[in-house]
């Protein structure tokens, strides 16, 4: 049976020129002449029996049906692609692993072990995106994610099946020249400094200030950063001092460009943990996968 499917060729034409809202910008894109943006537009135009766009006085605009079928297709056109160059880079029977890791973990723990795991299991390629938030393993193609987070967190996240990988010790660190030749500051010298804030954990430093019985007007003030990379350097930088995982800046640590201001934790049970939809087939490269990350957080502890 014929697929009522068009060519990709137009699709791959309407997409960019949905992006950029120009058959000029698309073209370039494409390295095609801006008549053959037009007129593979203009038989897709036919093939579906609808308007995707519409002439304005700076170029094009997209018409509702437009913009709705751009939202359905870009996702999917994506998705083939990727399929594609999943298609070109695997060598061997191993296989394909897509892991969704906040951004920190992923750059300052992860990859620098991937080596291992590479000359251990040649034949398995794994890809990474960064994520700071959850998500629906329905709607991505992840195979799993590495998070931090409480018990109770990791519990929420619906249709997972979780494994803890290693403890997240949060603990305040500071330039060395905030320590002003001190060994260490209490929480009330801390409290009077400036407060590096993390966007992924707004209300870390009342909760350190709670847990240490001292009161801090300012726990929710000062700069606030993304990622704990970027919160890490600001520290580094004599900016404040940040709440972050000590698994994140041992490099920081190891050199001097950071010290722990306080040895005072933030009181919560947090871990990192591998996280993978509950199904019955998980690939088998996962379960290697699995079991080396398991093997290396063994070797932390």
Request: with cysteine.
């Amino acid at each position: 049976m014929r697929r009522k499917i068009p060519s990709l060729q137009a699709l791959a034409c309407f997409e960019a020129a949905a992006r950029h809202e120009s058959y000029t910008r698309a073209a370039q894109e494409l390295a095609l002449t801006q008549g053959a943006v037009s007129r593979q537009i203009s038989s897709l135009e036919e093939f579906l029996g609808q308007s995707l766009f519409r002439r304005t006085r700076h170029g094009v605009a997209l018409t509702e049906r437009g913009r709705d079928y751009c939202q359905q297709i870009a996702p999917r056109l994506q998705a083939l692609e990727q399929d594609t160059l999943d298609a070109m880079s695997t060598h061997g029977s191993g296989g394909t692993l897509h892991l969704a890791a906040v951004p920190t973990f992923a750059t300052r723990w992860l990859i620098p072990r991937l080596p291992q795991f590479h000359a251990a299991h040649p034949d398995i390629t794994v890809h990474i995106d960064t994520r700071t938030r959850p998500f629906l393993f329905a709607d991505s193609g992840f195979d799993a994610a590495l998070f931090a987070g409480t018990p109770e967190q990791i519990a929420a996240w619906a249709g997972t099946l979780a494994t803890r990988l290693m403890p997240e010790v949060v603990l305040p660190v500071c330039s060395p020249a905030l320590l002003q030749g001190a060994i260490a500051l209490s929480p009330t010298d801390i409290a009077a400094l400036p407060l590096l804030q993390q966007s992924t954990r707004p209300n870390a430093w009342r909760q350190w200030f709670e847990a240490t019985g001292v009161q801090c007007e300012n726990a929710l003030a000062g700069a606030r950063f993304e990622q704990f990379s970027m919160t890490a350097a600001a520290a580094a930088c004599g900016l404040g001092v940040a709440l972050v995982p000590r698994l994140l800046v041992d490099g920081e640590l190891a050199r001097g460009e950071l010290v722990v201001a306080c040895e005072l934790p933030l009181p919560e049970d947090r871990a990192v943990y591998l996280l993978q939809p509950q199904r019955d087939d998980a690939r088998p490269a996962l379960g290697v996968f699995a079991q080396w990350l398991s093997d290396c957080s063994a070797k932390r502890d």
